[in-house]
């Protein structure tokens, strides 16, 4: 619900989101929220649990974002949110609830962390309600502020793409596939998105969720048939997905997320991957490049502008991720 709709004229138009995730996707976490939120130096995006930024997205694009605050106001004290929060008009029919978030900088116990609930609670118009209520006010303490703001859970309902009918042991998983999503595509409006060797079509799936134009292709038959069993499970259109070589497809897209082939028995042959990597250029002038072997030396030699690179752990199986330009 936007903040309009409950009569905060005065919001202060900036944005705090919080975030976790395991260490060993904390570079590729870093790299998404850099690119999505575009935040300041000051943010300290790289040494704690929460970011600001002037951008407003669904928190539920990221797999790492936990909810975001629109912000209402900010104060050294939580007495001095007290006339931001009798600001606050509801419409008739919406109950709230004020929660004190878990990141801030410093930690409240459960008593005093319900005493500064109740204290700003009491100052809203409106009816109480602790379970479901429409609307959630969020405290957070940054630094030496405390700020007030509309607090808005992250929608996780994209999980269910866990359970797809067809998947690769060693194709990405949903978390890395939709952070690479948003590392390619961070604006979706007229944005499309392609995936030249898609598997299952797990990127397809997660951009599309997203909002994002998508196509697929795979060399593979055998993927292609999954991958055209995947997207109708969740409502999308298979003929997305193309069977074919990537080296001979045609037209332009806004961005593209290569994984480049490789199985356990057999190293792509130098000249193939090249190929590929020239083909990339040919199709888009973006793209985040995903490799089991380091292949930077390829992209350079081809004329890719290597912009950022990272790791992706798992256990022992490290992907190596580029984003080009």
């Known amino acids: 619900m936007p903040a309009e709709s409950l009569g905060m004229c005065a919001t202060y138009g900036k944005y705090l989101y919080t975030f976790a995730c395991h260490e060993n996707e904390r570079e590729l976490c870093i790299l998404e929220l850099n690119t999505l939120l575009e935040p300041s ?23 790492f974002i936990r909810g975001r605050l629109d912000v209402i106001g900010e104060g050294d004290t939580v007495t001095e949110l007290l006339p931001f929060a009798q600001d606050i008009h509801l419409l008739p029919d919406e109950t709230f609830k004020v929660v004190c978030l878990k990141e801030g900088d410093h930690t409240l116990d459960y008593a005093q962390s319900r005493q500064l609930e109740k204290e700003v609670g009491m100052c809203i118009k409106g009816k109480a309600q602790m379970k479901q209520p429409k609307v959630t006010f969020g405290l957070i303490q940054t630094g030496e502020k405390w700020i007030l703001g509309q607090w808005t859970e992250a929608d996780r309902s994209w999980h269910i793409h866990r359970q797809k009918p067809q998947n690769y042991s060693t194709g990405f998983g949903i978390t890395l596939a939709r952070a690479l999503v948003n590392i390619a ?21 997660e951009a599309l969720s997203i909002g994002i134009e998508a196509k697929g292709n795979d060399l593979n038959p055998l993927a292609v048939r999954g991958a055209r069993m995947n997207l109708p499970h969740y409502g999308y259109d298979p003929d997305r997905i193309t069977l074919g070589d990537m080296n001979k497809l045609q037209g332009f897209y806004d961005a593209a997320i290569l994984d480049m ?65």
Not at 271 to 283: G, T
């Open 185 to 205: 595509v961070p604006k979706v409006e007229n944005h499309q998105l392609l995936d030249p060797c898609c598997g299952m079509g797990t990127v397809v799936i």
């Open 261 to 325: 082939p490789y199985n356990l028995c057999s190293v792509l042959p130098d000249h193939e991957q090249r190929a590929m990597l020239e083909s990339l250029r040919r199709l888009t002038k973006r793209a985040v490049i995903v490799s089991t072997e380091w292949m930077e030396e390829h992209l350079l030699e081809v004329g890719w502008n290597v912009e950022t690179y990272i790791r992706a752990q798992k256990g022992a199986f490290i992907r190596h991720i580029w984003l080009c330009s």
């Open 41 to 63: 130096a000051e943010s300290g995006l790289d040494r704690g649990s929460y970011v600001w930024s002037d951008i407003g997205i669904p928190p539920g694009r990221s797999p």
